[in-house]
C-alpha cells in the first residue's frame, strides 16, 4: 500500500499571497498524482492530473509539480474562494489519497 | 451534461446489508472505469473500490474486501455497491466518482451503521 502525507495540515495563508501545498509518496508513483479541492458540502473538485497537467476550466493560478515521491500543489494569487481542503491523490499503485490540507484565511 | 447521482443510504444496524446507486447520464458510461470513494464525518478521503468499464475486472481497499462489492450494468448506466456485514466505522458518506483521474464525483449519499 503507498501511503500518501501531506503537509502542512492546516495552513493559513492572506488573500492575494502565494500558497505552497506538499504531497509525499511512500514508494515512487511516477507522475500518477491528481490534486483535489473539497468544500464543505461539495463534491470533491479534480485540479491537477498527471502531477503536473490542469484540468478543464481550472484557473492559471493553480499548478502542479513533482515526480516520484515528492509532489508540489501551488496556487499564486489567492482568491477568496480558493480557501478549502485539499487532498492529493495517487493512482499508480491502486488508489490512496492523503489525509488533506486545510487552507485557510490568514 | 455529465452527472452521477448516488442514492440507497441510510440508517442501518451493525451486521446488516445496504445497496448504493450511481445513476449516471451525460456521458458513454461503458467506456469507463468507475469508483466508489467514502468519507467518515469530519475525515478525508478514502477510496472503496473500483470496476472497470466491462465490469470483468473490480479490486477492493483492504478495509472493505470480502464485505462490499462492486457491479454496474452499462444497460442501465449505473453503478453499484453492495454493502454486507456493516459495521459502525463504515458510517460515511459514499460518493462515486468517474475513470482513473477521478475526473466526475457525484454528491454522495450517507450511511450510518448504528444500533
Known amino acids: 500500500e503507498v501511503v500518501m502525507t501531506q503537509s502542512p495540515a492546516t495552513l493559513s495563508v492572506s488573500p492575494g499571497a502565494r500558497a505552497t501545498l506538499s504531497c509525499k509518496a511512500s514508494?515512487?508513483?511516477?507522475?500518477?498524482l491528481a490534486w483535489y479541492q473539497q468544500k464543505p458540502g461539495q463534491a470533491p473538485r479534480l485540479l491537477i492530473y498527471?502531477?503536473?497537467t490542469r484540468a478543464a476550466g481550472i484557473p492559471a493560478r493553480f499548478s502542479g509539480s513533482g515526480s516520484g515521491t515528492d509532489f508540489t500543489l501551488t496556487i499564486s494569487r489567492l482568491q477568496s474562494e480558493d480557501f478549502a481542503v485539499y487532498y492529493c491523490?495517487?493512482?499508480?499503485?491502486?488508489?490512496?489519497f492523503g489525509q488533506g490540507t486545510k487552507l485557510e484565511i490568514k | 451534461q455529465v452527472q452521477l447521482v448516488e442514492s440507497g443510504g441510510g440508517v442501518v444496524q451493525p451486521g446488516r446489508s445496504l445497496r448504493l446507486s450511481c445513476a449516471t447520464s451525460?456521458?458513454?458510461?461503458?467506456?469507463?472505469?468507475m469508483h466508489w470513494v467514502r468519507q467518515a464525518p469530519g475525515k478525508g478521503l478514502e477510496w472503496v473500490a473500483v470496476?472497470?468499464?466491462?465490469?470483468?475486472?473490480?479490486y477492493y481497499a483492504d478495509s472493505v474486501k470480502g464485505r462490499f462489492t462492486i457491479s454496474r450494468d452499462n444497460s442501465k448506466n449505473t453503478l453499484y455497491l453492495q454493502m454486507n456485514s456493516l459495521r459502525a466505522e463504515d458510517t460515511a458518506v459514499y460518493s462515486c466518482?468517474?475513470?482513473?483521474?477521478?475526473?466526475?464525483w457525484g454528491q454522495g449519499t450517507t450511511v450510518t451503521v448504528s444500533s
Open positions: 498527471g502531477a503536473s
Open positions: 451525460g456521458f458513454t458510461f461503458s467506456t469507463y472505469g
Open positions: 466518482a468517474r475513470d482513473t483521474i477521478f475526473d466526475v
Open positions: 470496476i472497470s468499464n466491462d465490469g470483468n475486472n473490480n
Open positions: 514508494l515512487s508513483v511516477t507522475n500518477n
Open positions: 491523490l495517487q493512482y499508480n499503485n491502486w488508489y490512496s
